[in-house]
């Protein structure tokens, strides 16, 4: 059985109490998982985590996602 998605709402909320966001990072978890946006909180709606999802030292950043 595969966990259910969890909601934007639910991720946002998440986000809001983090120690990511204590951090400064926005810290939105991807859709999938695996992955926090690790931008400044920000109003628009790309997110990006720099730290995980690259394929190589050389990638500037990886995952990225827009919700
Ligand atoms: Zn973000």
Same mark, same amino acid.
Request: hydrophobic fraction near 25%.
């Given at each position: 059985? #595969?966990?259910? $998605?969890r909601?934007?709402a639910? $991720?946002?909320?998440?986000?809001?109490?983090?120690?990511?966001?204590a951090a400064? %990072?926005?810290?939105l978890?991807? !859709? @999938?998982?695996?992955?926090?946006?690790?931008? $400044? !909180?920000?109003? @628009?709606? $790309?997110? #990006?985590d720099? %730290?995980?999802?690259?394929?190589?030292?050389? @990638?500037?950043?990886?995952?990225e996602?827009?919700?």
């Amino acid at each position: 059985m #595969v966990t259910a $998605r969890r909601s934007l709402a639910e $991720r946002i909320r998440e986000a809001k109490t983090s120690a990511g966001r204590a951090a400064g %990072y926005c810290w939105l978890a991807h !859709p @999938d998982g695996g992955a926090h946006c690790t931008r $400044r !909180p920000h109003e @628009d709606r $790309r997110h #990006v985590d720099y %730290y995980n999802g690259r394929t190589s030292h050389t @990638d500037t950043h990886g995952t990225e996602w827009t919700e």
